[in-house]
T-cell receptor, first 109, second 113 residues
Framework: GIQVEQSPPDLILQEGANSTLRCNFS?????LQWFHQNPWGQLINLFY???GTKQNGRLSATTVATERYSLLYISSSQTTDSGVYFC???????????FGSGTQLTVLP | NAGVTQTPKFQVLKTGQSMTLQCAQD?????MYWYRQDPGMGLRLIYY???????DKGEVPNGYNVSRLNKREFSLRLESAAPSQTSVYFC????????????FGPGTRLTVL
């Protein structure tokens, strides 16, 4: 199956800083999603982005499918951005999403 | 719209007991999924249902059964709970299988003693 690697595993920022999270995957994909899991455990959709670039407020994402990676950008981070960010991919004949192990983000006031 | 709802939110079982986790969605989605999340890990797919009347195994199906009761509801049953099934269980739904945004419920935290 598809392998998904996320980096960095942990990230600590001061409020107001920018950050880039990376997701590498091992095969072609037809689904790629970024999720934020908040400290209460809720999984929130950020982007559905199997290719191209999208922006939503302070967050943006880019997927370069031909080079098998996706980036999530967080600008002007806030303490409410803290939590775990997951990348999940689906591809080829796979009938499921495969999740990476996540990036734990802590934003300090 | 409530989105995806799950009951119960928390449950403690003894080894060998059985229970059913309930999931319902009000988005008229065709596909539904059950995942488990273990500490420090991403989610792993247990079972999924591409459409009403169909169910298939995911990555970690052993020890579980599912029922797609109707288009809205998808339940997960543990027939004889084991400590290895201590986990947080998430239900999700999407309009189409795989190639579509999946929306997740709030999760059920299960502890098996």
């Amino acid at each position: 199956g598809i392998q998904v690697e996320q980096s960095p595993p942990d990230l600590i920022l001061q409020e107001g800083a920018n950050s880039t999270l990376r997701c590498n995957f091992s095969d072609s994909v037809n689904n790629l999603q970024w999720f934020h899991q908040n400290p209460w455990g809720q999984l929130i959709n950020l982007f559905y982005i199997p290719s191209g670039t999208k922006q939503n407020g302070r967050l943006s994402a880019t997927t370069v499918a031909t080079e098998r990676y996706s980036l999530l950008y967080i600008s002007s981070s806030q303490t409410t951005d803290s939590g775990v960010y997951f990348c999940a991919v689906g591809g080829g004949s796979a009938r499921q999403l495969t999740f990476g192990s996540g990036t734990q983000l802590t934003v300090l006031p | 719209n409530a989105g995806v709802t799950q009951t119960p939110k928390f449950q403690v079982l003894k080894t060998g007991q059985s229970m059913t986790l309930q999931c319902a969605q009000d988005m008229n989605h065709n596909s539904m999924y059950w995942y488990r999340q273990d500490p420090g890990m991403g989610l792993r797919l247990i079972y999924y249902s591409a459409s009403e009347g169909t169910t298939d195994k995911g990555e970690v199906p052993n020890g579980y059964n599912v029922s797609r009761l109707n288009k809205r509801e998808f339940s997960l049953r543990l027939e004889s709970a084991a400590p290895s099934q201590t986990s947080v269980y998430f239900c999700a739904s999407s309009e189409m299988l795989v190639v579509d945004t999946q929306y997740f419920g709030p999760g059920t935290r299960l502890t098996v003693l």
